[in-house]
């Protein structure tokens, strides 16, 4: 069973970074797309960024674009998410999710494509 624990979430203010890891539990990990979601209360989850089994593509919401960078080490069946310059409007539950892309560069910004799902890191932005 694959397992997906995301920490690094907290309490900052506006203008400041957090980085977020995901660490998943199996060696699939080295063959699957990566993702981040996040839920702001009373909202739909939406797409944060994506990268592929490589690390060698990306995709980012444009509402985070030149401020997140999602990264992954295989190595340490790890994935991150470093973001700065946050906003009171990135408060949220950020979650992380993967699926087996057996290898192939795909990308995807639909939550239904995401088998496994991490319980969800909660990040506050004080204005």
């Known amino acids: 069973q694959v397992q997906l624990a995301e920490s690094g979430g907290g309490l900052v203010q506006a203008g400041g970074s957090l980085r977020l890891s995901c660490a998943v539990s199996?060696?699939?990990?080295?063959?699957?797309?990566m993702a981040w979601f996040r839920q702001a209360p009373g909202k739909e989850r939406e797409f944060v960024a994506a990268i592929t089994w490589s690390g060698g593509s990306t995709a980012y919401a444009d509402s985070v674009k030149g401020r997140f960078t999602i990264s992954r080490d295989n190595a340490k069946n790890t994935m991150y998410l470093q973001m700065s310059s946050l906003k009171p409007e990135d408060t949220a539950v950020y979650y992380c999710?993967?699926?087996?892309?057996?290898?192939?560069?795909?990308?995807?910004?639909?939550?239904?494509?995401?088998?496994?799902w991490g319980q969800g890191t909660q990040v506050t932005v004080s204005s």
């Open positions: 999710a993967a699926f087996n892309s057996g290898g192939s560069d795909s990308l995807s910004r639909l939550i239904k494509l995401y088998d496994y």
């Open positions: 199996r060696r699939f990990f080295s063959s699957s797309t």
